[in-house]
């Protein structure tokens, strides 16, 4: 079975700053797809970015982008120019094609201070 | 698009009794999901449906937990009786699946209480 770990429940960034979010995950599959989702106060799951393992080239979108490291099977989330907006709660996700469900980590909570 | 729509946003319900959660996919979309989401456990995958058919229920709590999806545009998660253990954020999602894995795309959740 997949297993998504998130090691940080909390974190903190200044308005402007730059803020980088861990996630590692465990697989024997050789062909899956990553994701990060937001869920902020209102508790709508909003999808922030995905990454397809078969892609070396990182996924970015806008000011989101994620530094995949297949080997050590890590996902990490990196926020640039974070905004209030940003805050709320990161879940990483794990899919392989075998099973369309994804398997979400415990979450980080993200807190942004003016 | 309307996205996918749960009802009702909240429930509260006293132990014992049945509760029904609603939910309506994205029109097109294949797969359904069913996630619980608590502080203790996280989301949860309870079950999903592709085309209709329920094919992985492994995470369906016990007997009490029953889904079904009768058409491709309306599934129920009901639970009878519900106790106060129950008491969870539950989250509908679909997905188009292809041959690749699919974003889901979640409705707002329903908050079920159960006193």
């Known amino acids: 079975a997949q297993t998504v770990t998130q090691s940080q429940p909390e974190m903190s960034v200044q308005e402007a700053e730059t803020v980088t979010l861990s996630c590692t995950y465990d697989t024997s599959e050789s062909d899956y797809y990553l994701f990060w989702y937001k869920q902020p106060p209102s508790r709508q799951m909003i999808l922030v970015i995905r990454?397809?393992?078969?892609?070396?080239q990182n996924a970015t979108e806008n000011r989101f982008s994620v530094n995949f490291q297949k080997a050590a099977k890590s996902f990490s989330l990196k926020i640039s120019d974070s905004q209030l907006g940003d805050a709320a709660m990161y879940f990483c996700?794990?899919?392989?094609?075998?099973?369309?469900?994804?398997?979400f980590g415990s979450g980080t909570r993200l807190q942004v201070q003016p | 698009d309307a996205g996918v729509i749960q009802s009702p946003r909240h429930e509260v319900t006293e132990m014992g009794q049945e509760v029904t959660l609603r939910c309506k996919p994205i029109?097109?979309?294949?797969?359904l999901f069913w996630y619980r989401q608590t502080m203790m456990r996280g989301l949860e995958l309870l079950i999903y449906f592709n085309n209709n058919v329920p094919i992985d229920d492994s995470g369906m709590p016990e007997d009490r937990f029953s889904a079904k999806m009768p058409n491709a545009s309306f599934s129920t998660l009901k639970i009878q009786p519900s106790e106060p253990r129950d008491s969870a954020v539950y989250f509908c999602?679909?997905?188009?699946?292809?041959?690749?894995?699919?974003?889901?795309?979640f409705g707002n959740g329903t908050r079920l209480t159960v006193t």
């Open positions: 990454q397809e393992a078969y892609k070396q």
């Open positions: 996700a794990f899919g392989d094609t075998g099973r369309r469900a994804l398997t």
């Open positions: 029109s097109g979309h294949n797969s």
């Open positions: 999602a679909s997905s188009l699946s292809t041959g690749k894995v699919s974003p889901l795309h």
